[in-house]
């Protein structure tokens, strides 16, 4: 009985120490070639699961992506636990300094943010003008019928219904789009607020993700706030026209979304699209980017690995581009996707390029 | 069994060895079940120490002024929790207060006026499924149903009508928290010895008066720890919270004003933390959190005590 209770925990003992084992090892986790791991943004995800299903039959690569958010994924890919991250947002100072090494940041497709209103009465589209963004979501406009919304929609008949602001609650790409573009266009919103992915409202109420944001202006008579372009076309909520740095009303759609990346892009392409040069292109944009290493020897990956991931974005941004539309996401443009080209060809693996 | 104890009566050897066996087995019962108690310990004190080394870069920055600063400002690093803090003691005291003479109501009459039959039973099980409902079905029952009648409340008292804030919150925690102490407050009126209520009838009571005089004083130490119970889910739920409260920042003006809680925070906020400071500082409110429920919850204890002894 004693021997055998020894051996027993003797066992238990084994068990546990190889199972710790197996933990540290996670890096490995990655090394199968026929699976390539990624994490990131929840923005991208129905795309990806699109794309990643579809290159999956053609090839037998599969990818397994985890919608954790950007944040997440720019951690997971600077723990070099997943082979790929994906962000709505470029990485900042902090995060560049942590990973050491460069990162690629390769666009994807690019995503729209757009202002939606519940105005029970109101039946036309509403224009708005940066400054008025700004000063609503500053809090300084009280009620619908303001001057400064009058003035500019003539001849809509705007209700005397207080204005009340839908923000995220969550830290999202969403909110860093939005934000980033009300710091470029108006100097009272950069001094007093800034961009990030959270940051501290002056006024309105929170909801979690898109569908909370959404949930509180369908609710709430008089309420507006920031939606993905995706979201508001699939649930056909209303939503505003914006003024664009040309002067042009911009209706946001996959069309304007996509005009707005067809500028001179960086090299690098860590870029924001907000407040676009382009006189066709909707001005609150932005690109989503897959995060891959440029050097891809790192935890003795295999050289099959590195080229089975570079090709698998090599096909996203071309063959992969057909199937952005019909999920509301806008293709990269003519310029983004030059761009995209060269940065994937500058991958390397043990310092020579991974595509001939 | 009863074959093998009997062969070990019959020879003496093995009957040594039993009952030496049957030490051992004593032995290592004992033993796990302490190991078990103790893994409590030792993870609550884990976590503890957890949120305290994660919390460091945040101590070190920011200071001892986190707790009563106002400001929770992500793009200049700078964290406040006091309008958080503020949040969470109020929701939760807020719904305590509402779910009191409900849980009460509902521990006395399933404990002394409707003890058996069907509709006794039915009570207690429908009780009961409110605590194993998941706090998400609440808030989006909250959402679609109870904030367009808070809001149309709103409109009528003439407040902003937000019809999300920090009432409609305590009213969902309030139906969310009425189980736990109608469940024990049910079990302990139902031990109420009947002596002491048969006497306090030969004496001429009432039914409310043997519920006021009698039940209700021997059995106020278990219905205070009751309340404690409630008030302990009601500070750490998050989900039906977070769908309602209208998560803003902004210090609360009134009970209809939107704010946020430290619980709700964390779960929107953790995710894209992406700046050291900032994550730190997330981790220092689980730590508030966790000091609240910790110092409410030995309050609570004196108080029972208190009720106990005089």
């Known amino acids: ?356 | 069994m009863a074959f093998a104890m009997g062969k070990c009566i019959n020879k003496g050897v093995k009957k040594i060895t039993y009952s030496y066996r049957k030490v051992r087995f004593e032995n290592i019962f004992r033993r796990s079940l302490m190991l078990t108690a103790l893994a409590v310990l030792i993870i609550v004190i884990g976590i503890f120490f957890t949120l305290v080394v994660q919390s460091m870069p945040s101590i070190k920055t920011l200071g001892i002024k986190y707790i009563w600063s106002k400001t929770w400002d992500p793009v200049s690093d700078m964290y406040g929790a006091f309008p958080f803090l503020l949040g969470t003691l109020l929701t939760s005291f807020l719904a305590l207060i509402i779910s009191i003479p409900f849980s009460f109501a509902i521990a006395v009459y399933l404990g002394e006026y409707n003890t058996t039959g069907w509709l006794g039973g039915l009570l207690k099980n429908m009780v009961e499924l409110i605590a194993a409902v998941p706090s998400v079905i609440y808030g989006f029952w909250a959402l679609v149903t109870l904030v367009p009648i808070v809001r149309n409340f709103e409109t009528k008292i003439g407040v902003a009508p937000y019809g999300v804030g920090i009432f409609t919150s305590s009213i969902v925690l309030a139906i969310m928290i009425v189980p736990y102490a109608a469940s024990l407050g049910r079990e302990l009126i139902r031990l109420v010895p009947s002596s002491l209520k048969e006497g306090a009838y030969s004496l001429g009571a009432t039914r409310y008066e043997v519920v006021k005089n009698v039940i209700l004083p021997h059995t106020k130490s278990g219905l205070m720890a009751g309340i404690l119970l409630s008030l302990g889910r009601a500070l750490g739920e998050t989900m039906a919270v977070t769908m309602v409260i209208g998560n803003t920042s902004i210090i609360p003006t009134s009970i209809f004003s939107p704010g946020n809680t430290m619980a709700s925070v964390i779960a929107n906020e953790f995710t894209e933390a992406d700046r050291t400071v900032y994550l730190s500082a997330l981790i220092e409110l689980a730590l508030v959190l966790f000091l609240v429920t910790v110092v409410i919850n030995m309050i609570g204890k004196r108080i029972i005590k208190r009720f106990t002894y005089d």
């Open chain 1, 1 to 356: 009985m004693n021997l055998k209770i020894k051996k027993l925990i003797g066992l238990s003992v084994i068990i546990l120490l190889v199972a710790c084992n197996s933990g540290d090892n996670k890096n490995s986790g990655t090394g199968d070639n026929s699976t390539v791991l990624g994490a990131g943004s929840t923005f991208i995800y129905p795309l990806f699961s699109k794309l990643f299903s579809v290159y999956k039959d053609s090839t037998g690569l599969k990818v397994n992506y985890q919608s954790i958010g950007s944040g997440g994924g720019i951690l997971q890919l600077t723990n070099k636990t997943v082979d790929f991250g994906a962000s709505d947002a470029q990485l900042n100072e902090e995060q560049t300094q942590k990973m050491g090494v460069d990162v690629l940041h390769i666009p994807m497709c690019s995503g729209a943010v757009v202002l939606s209103y519940n105005l029970p009465s109101v039946t036309d589209t509403l224009k708005f003008t940066p400054d008025l963004v700004a000063a609503i979501f500053l809090g300084k406009i009280k009620k619908w019928n303001d001057l400064q919304i009058t003035a500019l929609n003539a001849g809509v008949k705007l209700p005397d219904l207080p204005v009340i602001i839908a923000h995220r609650s969550d830290g999202s790409g969403t909110t860093n789009i939005f934000t980033t573009y009300l710091s470029k266009v108006n100097a009272e919103w950069q001094t007093k607020v800034g961009k990030g992915s959270s940051v501290n409202w002056p006024a309105g109420l929170g909801g979690k993700g898109n569908e909370g944001v959404a949930g509180l202006v369908k609710q709430t008579p008089g309420a507006i706030g920031y939606i993905e372009l995706a979201y508001v076309m699939q649930n056909k909520m209303a939503f505003g026209k914006l003024k664009n740095k040309s002067g042009n009303f911009i209706t946001p759609s996959v069309a304007s979304t996509s005009a707005a990346g067809n500028i001179q892009l960086p090299a690098d392409a860590k870029v924001s699209l907000t407040n676009t040069d382009a006189p066709d292109g909707y001005p609150i944009s932005g690109f989503t980017w897959a995060l891959i290493y440029k050097e891809q020897k790192y935890n003795n990956r295999s050289q099959d690995k590195a080229t089975n991931l570079v090709k698998l974005f090599w096909w996203n941004i071309h063959e992969g581009q057909k199937y952005c539309e019909g999920l509301n996401y806008a293709p990269l443009s003519s310029s983004a996707l030059t761009v995209a080209e060269n940065i994937l060809r500058s991958a390397t693996y043990y310092g020579k390029p991974i595509l001939q």
